[in-house]
């Protein structure tokens, strides 16, 4: 069946230091990959997203890169501040192109001081 | 734009009690997912709409549950009877494309007593 798993439940990272959230995903057929960042009280709010015919896209700070061939993907993010504290969930949209998304359990980013 | 807006933010009520949810997609985005997010079970879709016709409601947990979308700025959810296990935050989204990024909003935290 589908799934979409994260490794670490919780990462504990120094400010200013790189973050790296990885995320592994079953469904083979997935063609479009979203990392969300949710806030304590928030909702999940968009950071990045890859489709499957690039291995690696960059924004601000962030840096998403998939692996089709081992089915995970990771977000990184660079010079990690206090206001990056917050749950990362990966997304997949699985098979049959049907709008939904297959969201992971979640990792908790805290960024100590 | 606003964002997806919910309403009420939070609501606290008896079990037993029928309970009604709002949203308001973005204006011009033809999806809308309904989603229930636990502690024990994460962030689960419930149902959503393309130009307002549901088009799954596979994740509705039983017939408890209903939602509707009269028109193409307006959606509920409703439970009625509701039960303590209901107690979670639910969460609206909206995307303007099938396979595109969904925006949510900041959620109804619901407490059944």
């Known amino acids: 069946g589908e799934s979409v798993g994260l490794h670490l439940p919780t990462l504990s990272v120094q400010e200013g230091d790189n973050s790296i959230i990885n995320c592994a995903y079953s469904?083979?057929?997935?063609?479009?990959f979203i990392w969300y960042k949710q806030e304590s009280g928030k909702g999940p709010q968009f950071i990045i997203d890859?489709?499957?015919?690039?291995d690696k896209r960059q924004g601000q700070r962030v840096t998403v890169l998939l692996n089709k061939t081992v089915k995970h993907l990771s977000l990184q993010i660079a010079a990690t501040q206090p206001g990056d504290s917050a749950v990362y969930f990966c997304?997949?949209?699985?098979?049959?192109?049907?709008?939904?998304?297959?969201f992971g359990q979640g990792t908790t980013l805290q960024v100590k001081p | 734009d606003a964002g997806v807006i919910q309403s009420p933010r939070h609501e606290v009520t008896e079990m037993g009690q029928e309970v009604t949810l709002r949203c308001k997609p973005i204006s011009g985005h033809d999806y809308l997912f309904w989603y229930r997010q636990t502690m024990m079970r994460g962030l689960e879709l419930l149902i959503y709409f393309n130009n307002n016709v549901p088009i799954d409601d596979s994740g509705m947990p039983e017939d408890r549950f209903s939602a509707k979308m009269p028109n193409a700025s307006f959606s509920t959810l409703k439970i009625q009877p509701s039960e303590p296990r209901d107690s979670a935050v639910y969460f609206c989204a909206s995307s303007s494309g099938q396979a595109d990024t969904q925006y949510f909003g900041p959620g109804t935290r619901l407490t059944v007593l």
């Open positions: 997304a997949e949209n699985g098979s049959g192109n049907t709008g939904k998304l297959i």
């Open positions: 890859i489709r499957s015919n690039m």
């Open positions: 469904n083979s057929a997935s063609d479009y």
